[in-house]
């Protein structure tokens, strides 16, 4: 996050020279010190989302599609401090819950047990003895699968759709776009007319329809991939706008003219000298744009045309949600959603920050 | 005047055919099509199953059914649904007018609420409630509408206070007209909320940013220096001028409005075009989602240039003329 800050601003050229002589870690330092608490916290939650994307296997504590048949529907289960004499059976403890009502899924717990939970044992962050004693922090599901565990693996779906989505999305914006407002003429013309066509539609309409392209049977990982690629090729047109409006401009700028009268080709001074003018910009419309990915992603699997069982992703762990009967007694099935809003919501903060710290001018 | 409506009329057209001939393509791609699950079934005579791809068009090449489609829908046929075996355009027709309902209602809960608040904090920049309604905009953006929807249903099913998901009650049908329309806002009060505050939050800011630069300018300084007082000039001087962006928003705001009252509607169990769409999608009825996307590009396309026309009569500054091309 602060290395596109000490490459690209030209304002930030004091920090890059403090940089440069104090190192890296000094100017992330003044960045944070600098940032606002809203700032720090989203920057925290990120961090912590990738780590559980990165490291699922080691953060979940258990297998995301083991089936606990004899829990369906647990709720979150109670976490106790061991009095110190317990401490070499854990630190904390649990009590077990026992399914008594099968039907209404009502559960008792047996205060006389514990679940003693162990950290960093089995090459888990934190686990039980065994699986068949779980801790759901969060609850299960209807099948018994631990929803912490879904979450954690969730992450890692949820969390790279944004980056992926916009890497593809920007990458097309930004050579279209700086393509389209360099060169001119009837290619500006045709592009323009085309990406027009594209921000006309009724996107998530269109999202829908394209949605049902994607087969049946495709592995999680192509599903991902179709995902992806349907929402990079709906928002780059927006994009590329406004990039050709800034490339546009910047093309009778006397360093882009002095750049040409000295014999840069056409491609060379595109991509040494229009292309950086307009990076600042990207970077924040880069990151405000990921919520947007998150969201589109989450909504499809939703509604049972993204990510599908049992691969889960935030989006499609809330599905069960639309189950009215869900909802009113295991409500605790909208946890996913409490990630995806931190999730959108830290990228809103840290986007509007880099836009007051890359792009003074723009301030509002 | 009529040029300029002649005018955006016409650059409307090459718009929705080229939306249309992408979403044909699109729904061409997708493997089987409607009549997959009944050559399944071995108890249909393939005879029947020949009859009905000619009925429907199915055999025929790619191109040729767009063409007739697009004949059609220049006589307003736009076809009849697989699935339902009725009229898109009369499946459609009441639909969408929920989806229209829906999404007016929460854009003037959006504004209503936007508009003061964003006045009220701007006048009072960096003060506490500037900062804590700033602070709740920037957390209001951030609530997914589909998990805010949840949260209200979860909510009315713990109270009962509001009916959980829905258009209308399960004795719509014997109820009076007053009742019925009881019923139907009763039904509207949590998706108006739902689709409202995502908007509203974001209005806000525009409408604080707005009013804190115009009131630096000179005019302003102005009006002040004349004595008028300062409620003439912030509701006579900078409201006004402040309104400007909304109206040109408001045609964007209804993209916004559509993509999320899809969403709403699906979550929701409301009836309106979203969750058509939706069904077509899963059951690849080809016509009836090519006719919900027709209709919500119109709608769209319409809402844009109702702005247009609006931004005109609010603001004298802009005329008809520099406006064609855009």
Same mark, same amino acid.
């Given at each position: ?161 944004? /980056? %992926?989505?916009?890497? $593809?999305?920007?990458? *097309? &914006?930004?050579?279209?776009? #700086?393509?389209?407002?360099? @060169?001119? !003429? ?83 001074? /595109? %991509?040494?000298?229009? $292309?950086?003018?307009? *990076? &600042?910009?990207?970077?924040? #419309?880069?990151?405000?744009? @990921?919520? !947007? ?72 | ?42 108890s249909i005579p393939p005879a029947v199953i020949r009859q009905m791809e000619a009925q429907f068009g199915l055999d025929q090449p790619l191109m040729l059914r767009y063409a007739k489609w697009l004949w059609a829908v220049l006589h307003l046929n736009l076809g009849i649904s697989l699935a339902y075996r009725v009229s898109v355009l009369s499946l459609i027709g009441s639909r969408a007018l929920n989806t229209?309902?829906l999404s007016l209602s929460s854009m003037i809960f959006a504004w209503a609420l936007a508009i003061p608040i964003g006045v009220i904090v701007a006048t009072r920049q960096n003060s506490i409630w500037d900062r804590v309604l700033s602070f709740l905009a920037f957390f209001g953006m951030s609530v997914p509408n589909f998990f805010f929807a949840f949260l209200l249903m979860y909510f009315a099913l713990r ?168």
């Amino acid at each position: 996050m602060s290395a596109p800050v000490v490459t690209v601003g030209t304002a930030q050229f004091a920090a890059h020279a403090a940089a440069a002589s104090n190192g890296y870690r000094a100017a992330l330092a003044r960045e944070w010190r600098r940032a606002s608490w809203p700032v720090r916290f989203s920057t925290i939650c990120l961090v912590l989302f990738y780590l559980m994307a990165a490291a699922s296997p080691v953060i979940a504590p258990y297998d995301p599609t083991l089936q606990h048949r004899e829990l369906p529907d647990c709720p979150p289960m109670s976490l106790h401090l061991s009095a110190p004499s317990d401490w070499h059976d854990g630190f904390f403890y649990s009590h077990p819950l026992t399914l008594t009502d099968p039907i209404a899924r009502t559960y008792t717990e047996s205060r006389a047990r514990r679940t003693y939970i162990h950290l960093f044992s089995r090459g888990h962050l934190f686990t039980t003895a065994s699986s068949d004693a779980p801790y759901f922090m969060m609850g299960s599901d209807g099948l018994g699968r631990d929803l912490f565990s879904r979450i954690v693996y969730g992450a890692r779906v949820s969390m790279t759709v944004g /980056l %992926v989505g916009v890497l $593809i999305s920007f990458s *097309l &914006g930004i050579t279209i776009g #700086a393509f389209s407002g360099y @060169v001119g !003429g009837l290619p500006d013309n045709l592009i323009m007319r085309w990406s027009e066509i594209e921000m006309s539609l009724p996107s998530f309409y269109f999202l829908l329809a394209l949605a049902a392209v994607i087969p049946a049977g495709l592995s999680a990982v192509e599903t991902f991939v179709m995902i992806v690629a349907i929402m990079s090729f709906i928002s780059w047109a927006g994009f590329a706008r406004v990039i050709r409006g800034m490339a546009a401009s910047v093309r009778s700028r006397p360093y882009v003219e002095a750049a040409a009268a000295l014999g840069g080709s056409r491609m060379r001074v /595109l %991509v040494r000298h229009v $292309i950086p003018s307009v *990076l &600042g910009y990207a970077v924040v #419309a880069a990151t405000l744009s @990921v919520p !947007g990915f998150i969201l589109g992603e989450s909504a499809l699997s939703l509604l049972g045309l993204g990510i599908q069982e049992p691969a889960s992703s935030w989006g499609n762990l809330l599905a069960q949600a639309q189950d009215v009967q869900v909802l009113a007694h295991y409500p605790w099935i909208l946890i996913p959603g409490v990630f995806i809003f931190l999730a959108v919501m830290s990228f809103n903060f840290l986007g509007d920050h880099l836009r007051d710290r890359l792009d003074p001018g723009n301030a509002g | 005047m009529t040029r300029f409506l002649l005018k955006r009329i016409l650059n409307m057209i090459p718009l929705i055919v080229g939306i249309t001939f992408i979403s044909f393509l699109v729904m061409s791609l997708v493997p089987g099509d409607f009549l997959s699950n009944l050559r399944m079934n071995p108890s249909i005579p393939p005879a029947v199953i020949r009859q009905m791809e000619a009925q429907f068009g199915l055999d025929q090449p790619l191109m040729l059914r767009y063409a007739k489609w697009l004949w059609a829908v220049l006589h307003l046929n736009l076809g009849i649904s697989l699935a339902y075996r009725v009229s898109v355009l009369s499946l459609i027709g009441s639909r969408a007018l929920n989806t229209v309902i829906l999404s007016l209602s929460s854009m003037i809960f959006a504004w209503a609420l936007a508009i003061p608040i964003g006045v009220i904090v701007a006048t009072r920049q960096n003060s506490i409630w500037d900062r804590v309604l700033s602070f709740l905009a920037f957390f209001g953006m951030s609530v997914p509408n589909f998990f805010f929807a949840f949260l209200l249903m979860y909510f009315a099913l713990r109270t009962g206070w509001f009916p959980v998901g829905g258009t209308f009650s399960v004795d719509y049908a014997s109820l009076d007209t007053m009742s019925r329309i009881a019923d139907r806002i009763n039904h509207l009060i949590l998706p108006v909320i739902v689709l409202g505050t995502a908007g509203m939050a974001s209005l806000m800011r525009l409408m604080r940013s707005q009013i804190l630069e115009i009131k630096n300018s000179e005019f302003v300084r102005t009006a002040r220096a004349k004595g008028l007082s300062e409620r003439v000039v912030i509701y006579k001087h900078v409201l006004r001028n402040a309104l400007n962006p909304f109206v040109t928003m408001a045609g964007y705001a209804l993209a916004d409005l559509l993509g999320g009252a899809a969403l709403v509607e699906a979550v929701m169990n409301l009836q309106g075009l979203g969750l058509l769409l939706l069904d077509a999608v899963r059951s690849l009825d080809v016509y009836l989602v090519m006719g919900s996307v027709l209709m919500g590009t119109v709608l769209l396309l319409l809402g844009n240039l109702l702005a247009d026309i609006a931004l005109v009569a609010v603001d004298p500054r802009v005329d008809f003329s520099s406006m064609g091309s855009r």
